[in-house]
């Protein structure tokens, strides 16, 4: 990840919320564009952290379907149990219950997987307070968002 620009705190912590929300999730679906010859396959790359996050930790068992659907190619979604919990860049969601990150989609797919793995590595989430008392507790959605546009980051 050295390549890539720096991203804040703030993205940081929200990324790793997402991550979280993922690997308490049994059964999810990413929504992310449509495929274009010139871009990522956004739906390989999530089959692909799935299984891995299964291998590194067989107590998660999660399910996924994938729709590439979406016009909007700055945004991906992720619902869990038909709701929806997550979105990558594009413009700020209605709802304060979606964990929103700003910015670049392959930036933030980099993070995420990482903290994904990490957590799937720590035994997560069958490990209590494996990253701190507060890790998961008392998330402030909206204050995130407040942070994440005071650094500027879009």
């Given at each position: 990840m050295t390549d890539e620009p720096a991203i804040t705190q703030s993205h940081i912590?929200?990324?790793r919320e997402c991550a979280r929300r993922l690997l308490t999730s049994s059964s999810v679906m990413l929504i992310c564009p449509a495929k274009k010859p010139e871009?990522?396959?956004w739906g390989?790359?999530?089959?692909n952290l799935i299984i891995n996050l299964m291998d590194l930790n067989p107590a998660l068992v999660i399910s996924i379907e994938q729709e590439s659907n979406i016009a909007?190619?700055?945004k991906m979604k992720i619902f869990a149990d038909g709701?929806?919990?997550v979105q990558f860049g594009g413009a700020e969601p209605k709802l304060e219950s979606v964990c929103w990150v700003i910015g670049d989609l392959n930036i933030i797919w980099n993070y995420f997987k990482k903290n994904c793995?990490?957590?799937?590595?720590a035994g997560y989430p069958g490990c209590e307070n494996c990253f701190g008392e507060s890790f998961g507790k008392d998330w402030s959605e909206k204050t995130s968002r407040e942070m994440m546009k005071i650094s500027g980051q879009k």
């Open positions: 912590q929200s990324i871009s990522k396959n390989v790359q999530f089959h909007d190619d700055s709701v929806d919990i793995l990490d957590l799937a590595h």
